[in-house]
């Protein structure tokens, strides 16, 4: 098993800058990928980013590629999602995600998940 934490949401106004955090604990040695989906009320959860867990390789979302960058350190079992240029479109519930097997941008390959944070970006 794997836990995961995330912090860092809040709110901010448009065009600021917010980063979040999530650290793993558990089984991580096990980990393949990580990753931020994101999700708000009465629509699916969306992938935003993910990372290789070894190699670093990234993989954004069109609608948040060159605003938000996912990095990770692996002494401390964190990635991070810095946001930047905020819109209110990013509104929404931030989850993080780790996957055992593979790196993708669909819901149902990870295998955990974060409880999440609220990003409120107002205008």
């Known amino acids: 098993q794997v836990q995961l934490v995330e912090s860092g949401g809040g709110l901010v106004q448009t065009g600021g800058s917010l980063r979040l955090s999530c650290a793993a604990s558990?089984?991580?040695?096990?980990?393949?990928?990580m990753a931020w989906f994101r999700q708000t009320p009465g629509k699916e959860r969306e992938f935003v980013a993910a990372?290789?867990?070894?190699?670093?390789?990234?993989y954004y979302a069109d609608s948040v590629n060159r605003r938000f960058t996912i990095s990770r350190d692996n002494a401390k079992n964190t990635v991070y999602l810095q946001m930047n240029s905020l819109k209110p479109e990013d509104t929404a519930v931030y989850y993080c995600?780790?996957?055992?097997?593979?790196?993708?941008?669909?819901?149902?390959?990870?295998?955990?998940w974060g409880q999440g944070t609220q990003v409120t970006v107002s205008s």
């Open positions: 995600a780790a996957s055992r097997t593979v790196i993708s941008g669909t819901v149902r390959s990870y295998d955990y």
């Open positions: 990372i290789n867990w070894s190699t670093g390789s990234t």
């Open positions: 558990g089984r991580t040695f096990s980990t393949y990928a």
